[in-house]
């Protein structure tokens, strides 16, 4: 298993909480990068919102790509994934930008393309959104602009969406990035399997992500494609005691009156093809971190882990708060690193 985690670009990851004593900060994120790669953290995932999707949308939020260039010169090994999402970034621009991040990090960029669900955000910031298929077809577009300026001289297209004549992208990537991405509806997982690297998934416990990683395997059989490796987010709590941990999980997810980070939440629902049955508590907590259920001791926590490699899960995507304590935590009682 490869351990990654979520970087806080939003101060936090629970909704309930408003002060997780981890700030939407350049400072707390370089210094938790730094930390993780000590602690032996794979890669970190850094998400690309605009507006605070956690606290609030008035709340700080980091921007993904000045983040990750500045972590890509102050880090050696870990592996920055970070969130794009197609209609904010020309990809004739992004493919000139990202190859000198990636020169910057010495080839540890990766992309997790991100076809947007959020409505509000692209009217405020005036940029097109597509209905949900045409959100796949625009990305599949995109990453076959990209891809053609990462491996060849000059690249040429005509589409729906995207133009290019003859483009230059000097430097290339060092490599070509891993490219991940998500998505349950028959459009996401055709174009996935299709033209990805990756598959990532949002939680759910074993018995339900090992056919999703069977069907997947199958779509990338058919398409003719080398194996792809399958990642899972989870929200992780690690106590001396199964009581304790349970503890911790009542006052994350313990919703009195809904604070300002649940503000998107119908709108998040009817924007996306995901499972409708999503309970409000569960929301106490992003990308369904809680049903995977990484909850007690660190032998609890390794034998679950274990469950979710027999059923082909090569990464998991953590989400921990306080992030710097938890983190550290993590890596000493379950992945034995720290």
Same mark, same amino acid.
């Given at each position: !298993?490869?351990?990654?985690?979520?970087?806080?670009?939003?101060?936090?990851?629970?909704?309930? +909480?408003?002060?997780?004593?981890?700030?939407? &900060?350049?400072?707390?994120?370089? %210094?938790?990068? @730094?930390?993780?790669?000590?602690?032996?953290?794979?890669?970190?995932? /850094?998400?690309?919102?605009?507006?605070? %999707?956690?606290?609030?949308?008035? $709340?700080? =939020?980091?921007?993904?790509?000045?983040?990750? =260039?500045?972590?890509?010169?102050?880090? *050696?090994? #870990?592996?920055?994934?970070?969130?794009?999402?197609?209609?904010?970034?020309?990809?004739?621009?992004?493919?000139?930008?990202?190859?000198?991040?990636?020169?910057?990090?010495?080839?540890?960029?990766?992309?997790?393309?991100?076809?947007?669900?959020?409505?509000?955000?692209?009217?405020?910031?005036?940029?097109?959104?597509?209905?949900?298929?045409?959100?796949?077809?625009?990305?599949?577009?995109?990453?076959?602009?990209?891809?053609?300026?990462?491996?060849?001289?000059?690249?040429?297209?005509?589409?729906?969406?995207?133009?290019?004549?003859?483009?230059?992208?000097?430097?290339?990537?060092?490599?070509?990035?891993?490219?991940?991405?998500?998505?349950?509806?028959?459009?996401?997982?055709?174009? /996935?399997?299709?033209?990805?690297?990756?598959? +990532?998934?949002?939680?759910?416990? =074993?018995?339900? /992500?090992?056919?999703? #990683?069977? %069907? !997947? @395997?199958?779509?990338?059989?058919?398409?003719?494609?080398?194996?792809? $490796?399958?990642?899972?987010?989870?929200?992780?709590?690690?106590?001396?005691?199964?009581?304790?941990?349970?503890?911790?999980?009542?006052?994350?997810? &313990?919703?009195?009156?809904?604070?300002?980070?649940?503000?998107?939440?119908?709108?998040?629902?009817?924007?996306?093809?995901?499972?409708?049955?999503?309970?409000? $508590?569960?929301?106490?907590?992003?990308?369904?971190?809680?049903?995977?259920?990484?909850?007690?001791?660190?032998?609890?926590?390794?034998?679950? /882990?274990?469950?979710?490699?027999?059923?082909?899960? %090569?990464?998991?995507?953590?989400?921990?708060?306080?992030?710097?304590? *938890? !983190?550290?935590?993590?890596? =000493?009682?379950?992945?034995?690193?720290?």
């Amino acid at each position: !298993m490869r351990y990654g985690y979520w970087t806080p670009v939003f101060g936090g990851w629970l909704r309930n +909480v408003p002060d997780e004593d981890m700030a939407a &900060t350049w400072e707390y994120t370089r %210094d938790l990068t @730094r930390n993780a790669e000590r602690w032996g953290y794979d890669l970190t995932l /850094i998400a690309e919102l605009n507006l605070n %999707d956690i606290k609030g949308i008035d $709340q700080p =939020a980091l921007d993904a790509w000045s983040t990750a =260039a500045a972590l890509a010169a102050l880090t *050696e090994t #870990i592996e920055l994934m970070v969130a794009v999402r197609p209609n904010f970034h020309h990809p004739a621009l992004f493919a000139k930008a990202a190859a000198n991040i990636d020169r910057i990090a010495g080839g540890r960029l990766a992309l997790n393309v991100v076809s947007s669900w959020w409505a509000d955000e692209a009217r405020q910031y005036g940029l097109q959104f597509d209905q949900h298929d045409d959100r796949y077809a625009r990305t599949s577009e995109w990453l076959r602009v990209v891809d053609g300026l990462w491996t060849e001289e000059r690249f040429s297209f005509a589409g729906d969406f995207y133009r290019t004549e003859e483009a230059i992208c000097a430097p290339k990537p060092l490599k070509r990035p891993i490219v991940y991405a998500g998505g349950e509806s028959e459009k996401a997982k055709a174009m /996935i399997a299709a033209q990805c690297d990756a598959y +990532v998934m949002h939680g759910d416990p =074993a018995a339900a /992500i090992a056919p999703k #990683i069977a %069907d !997947m @395997r199958a779509r990338r059989a058919a398409a003719g494609g080398p194996p792809m $490796q399958y990642g899972m987010a989870a929200y992780a709590i690690v106590r001396d005691s199964e009581a304790e941990a349970k503890r911790e999980l009542e006052r994350i997810t &313990t919703v009195a009156e809904l604070p300002a980070g649940y503000a998107n939440f119908d709108q998040w629902l009817s924007g996306t093809q995901l499972e409708r049955e999503l309970k409000l $508590q569960e929301y106490a907590v992003s990308n369904r971190g809680l049903r995977p259920n990484l909850v007690g001791t660190p032998e609890q926590l390794k034998e679950r /882990i274990a469950e979710y490699e027999a059923a082909g899960l %090569d990464l998991l995507l953590l989400q921990m708060s306080p992030q710097a304590e *938890e !983190m550290e935590r993590f890596a =000493a009682q379950v992945m034995g690193t720290a």
